[in-house]
């Protein structure tokens, strides 16, 4: 049995997802997405697939960099 770092459920089938190095584990992707995946800095979305970073602030799409006034960024995540 292995316990999720996120909600704290005690699952057999609980996976490992390497961050940096680190083993985290996990019960679910869902668990997963929460304690990984950065969020929107425009809109809060959840960025669960490629977004657009700049200096280390994320955003879900290209709209949303433009609602903040950036230009120009390309996929990179
Ligand atoms: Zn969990
Ligand atoms: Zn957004």
């Known amino acids: ?6 909600c704290g ?3 057999d089938k609980a ?5 940096n190095g680190k083993a985290h584990t ?3 992707f869902e668990c997963a997405v929460r304690a ?7 809109c809060g979305t959840r960025i669960i697939g490629h977004g657009l970073e700049k200096a280390g ?3 879900c799409c ?10 120009g960024l390309r996929d990179r995540m």
């Open 1 to 6: 049995m292995a316990t999720c770092e996120t």
């Open 9 to 11: 459920n005690d699952y």
């Open 15 to 19: 996976f490992q997802v390497t961050m």
């Open 26 to 28: 996990f019960d679910s």
């Open 36 to 42: 990984f995946a950065p969020t929107c800095d425009h």
């Open 57 to 59: 602030i994320f955003f």
């Open 62 to 71: 290209d709209n949303c960099a433009e609602g903040e006034g950036l230009k």
